[in-house]
């Protein structure tokens, strides 16, 4: 009896190691669907942010200290009706669009931001592509490397105007 086990222990082996491989593929198999489920929940996630700042007028930007342009979301350019295809505004180019008065504040706070690490809110008015004049409310706040220096900054432009004005570029 012996001898016919051994005589059998390669094909053994070989079952052994197809059904290993088999119950492996299932696994990875379940393991990317629940990667691809996840994937579009996140997909919903940012989807549903994306129209409830839209709803709600509110745009997100992004500033790396490393580069010369702004990161704008969608909704910072309808609020300021710049049309997508002219890119991302350089940090210079974005501060122009602020009235002619609110400029200095504008400065100041993102140079106090980007030298000395602090957060800043302030109300302002903006000039859009358009000519018109909306007020909007501006928050920041400073990202920061690990060694502690202020790398960027990352913040909220929220129009402060009637619903009614806004159009979409």
Known sequence: MSVIL???????????????ALELLRRLRLAERERHALSLDNNRIALSLDLALSVGRIGNWQFERSETSLIWSDEVFAIHHRDRRRGQPALHEAICYYHPDDRLKVRDAVQRSLDQGEDFDFHARIVTDLGEMRDVLVRGTCRYGRDGTTIGVLGFIIDLGPATDQATV
């Open 6 to 20: 051994i005589d059998h222990l390669p094909w053994m082996c070989a079952l052994v190691a197809t059904l290993a």
